[in-house]
């Protein structure tokens, strides 16, 4: 289980290799993602708390990455932060989220995106629940409950 050490090493020293990886030109994620999805995953925009649809919903599945498919959260590990964002305590695994240190808007931030695509996602915490002590902050847009997406397909 990861842990904010964990998040911390990846940010400065490098993250794990993922699996696979999917490039495209911003073109092409144009194509496939809707304006606001490639506001938020390919130009590193964040949503309004609270708008996000997936923010309130705890249905079984798995959440994966809009853009590539890669199953990045898993319904077990997700919990109510009352922060308006879907929020996470661990990947699914380790190697899908790669972390990036962002000091944007006078904070001192770690930014997670997908390891496969680069994706971003949203930002991890310190202040999550126990085990882990993590909260990864996600936007709703940037992610897909499994459940829909086979339905959507
Ligand atoms: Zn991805």
């Known amino acids: 289980m990861l842990n904010w050490n964990d998040v911390l090493q990846f940010a400065n020293k490098g993250n794990l290799a993922p699996d696979r990886r999917v490039v495209k030109t911003d073109a092409e994620w144009r194509a496939v993602l809707t304006p606001e999805q490639f506001r938020i995953t390919r130009k590193k925009g964040t949503e309004p708390s609270f708008s996000g649809e997936l923010c309130s919903r705890y249905d079984e599945g798995k959440y994966t990455c809009i853009c590539c498919d890669t199953?990045?959260?898993d319904s077990t590990i997700k919990y109510d932060s009352r922060s308006g964002?879907?929020?996470f305590t661990q990947p699914i695994k380790d190697n899908v989220i790669s972390y990036v240190k962002d000091v944007s808007f006078g904070m001192t931030r770690i930014e997670v995106n997908c390891s496969i695509c680069d994706a971003h996602l949203g930002h991890v915490f310190?202040?999550?629940p126990p085990p882990s002590g993590l909260r990864y902050c996600i936007n709703s847009e940037s992610l897909q409950l499994t459940a829909d997406h086979k339905?959507?397909?």
């Open 151 to 153: 339905i959507a397909q």
């Open 71 to 73: 199953e990045l959260f």
């Open 126 to 128: 310190p202040d999550g």
């Open 85 to 87: 964002w879907p929020s």
